[in-house]
């Protein structure tokens, strides 16, 4: 299948999968909606190639949770092409949503990327017939040449049939220069930003957004899946960063941003010039971000406090040395503490984000990590239920490391779908990371914390409001259950 080379008219689609827990209803477009950044960094691409995009956002304001419906908005656009972005929970969503879409339009060209498709590469395509194309690796330039109308057999990353036969074409070279690439087209996204929340209580101003200013990473986290960026780190400019955050401000009044990447600091030079340039140029933004042991001197921390930093996230996972040595290489519990109290000697708010049910553990390895939170005197916390993902390295061995029930729908964090040997049972796990949950946020330490800063989140307070029973009831799952 060649396409014409001219104009087309493009929905890309972000699936909304399920993100919550079975038989409870899901509430993640009130707690957190966050902006598709990587579909919006393509949709800026193609229009910047003259074409005509439209963006449907499944999980945005006024969209229905009915697939049927949702094929209906998008064949709405009359597109030409359909792309979609999907991860390992939201591909059962997206398969159904091609599908309806080819019997209601069969002319209509359906593409799925995303890192799911790059984990499993021409496997999908074969068994998902409902999709005419997938993007292996970053979308930009493959959607581009894909829609431009070349031989699919000369698009570098795409992966197509010839009759009955299923075709993966060589890798999509890594884009070397991220300034290259427009700012992500958030103006096609519905409710942008008022109806984008961040999480609570992460902010003072509103409105909100999200940025990610690189791509890849130096190191390999045994449960981390690199799929799409591979190896390697990239980044934007300082300057770019900058213009980027002051197009946020002047165009859409945003206020705060979170900044999604891993190692945000890895490179300190970038860093340096960009805290140089918002305090000279002051945009009267904050913003949070993450960052790794070893890349967190004193000195930089105060010029991201000076530069509007609030918040910074520190990924620990687990305060087990064996656990953290086979997962987490190259980091202590020590350096973990220490960072921790430099982050918030700077006068920064620090996060720790944390992992339960990774292979090996156990509940005396989920209590070491509970009491070493507790003792932190974090000023948040997330803690993920590990989900093995294709393109992981525990991947390869993962069914033998305890039990597995490989169900992409619950595969998202939210749900354990696996259960490792040192633990009884997937009721048992579910058990103990309620338990320590509410055991953090019940910390009077960490309460009294909370209440001194009362009424600089009285905007999270006021949309937790109004939004009480889906919070209380999203609340009510992490109450310990007795036996």
Known sequence: MVLSQQKKRIVLVHPRGFNWFPGKHDITDIANRMV???????????????????????LGPDASFDLQKQAEAILAFQPQIVGFSATTSSFPDTACLAQIIKEQSSHTITVCGGVHVSALDGILLR????????????????????????????????????????ITNEPRPKIPDLDFLPFPAYEKLKGFPRDYHLPLFSYINTPGATMITSRGCMYQCSYCDRSVFKKGFRYNSA???????????DKFGVRHINIYDDLFTANRRRIVELCEKLCRCPLGINFNCAVRVGYTDDDLLKMLKSAGCLMVSLGI???????LSRHKSGVSLDEMRDTIQ?????????????MMGLPGETEESIKRT???????????????KFTPFPGAPLWATIHEEGTFKED??????LNF??????????ERLDQLYNEHVKRFYSDKAWREKFRKRIWQHRKSLMYLLRHLPSFWSAKNQFEPKSN
């Open 417 to 426: 779908v696996f259960v490792p040997k040192g633990i009884d049972s997937k």
């Open 239 to 249: 300057a770019y960063i900058y213009e980027h955050m002051k197009y946020l401000r």
């Open 342 to 354: 430099r982050i918030q000697k700077a006068g920064l708010r620090a996060k720790g984000l944390f």
């Open 370 to 384: 509970s009491d070493f939170i507790i003792s932190l005197g974090l000023d948040d916390m997330n803690m993920s």
């Open 408 to 413: 992409w729908q619950l595969m998202n964090c």
């Open 317 to 323: 996972e687990s305060a087990d040395p064996e656990m």
């Open 127 to 166: 068994n998902y017939p409902a999709f005419d194309f997938m993007v292996a690796g970053e979308g930009e330039e493959t959607m581009s040449e894909l829609a431009s109308g070349p031989d699919p057999a000369e698009i570098k990353g795409l992966i197509w049939r010839h009759q009955e036969e299923v």
């Open 36 to 58: 598709p950044q990587g579909l919006l960094s393509i949709a800026a691409y193609l229009v910047q190639k003259g074409h005509d995009v439209f963006v449907y956002d499944c």
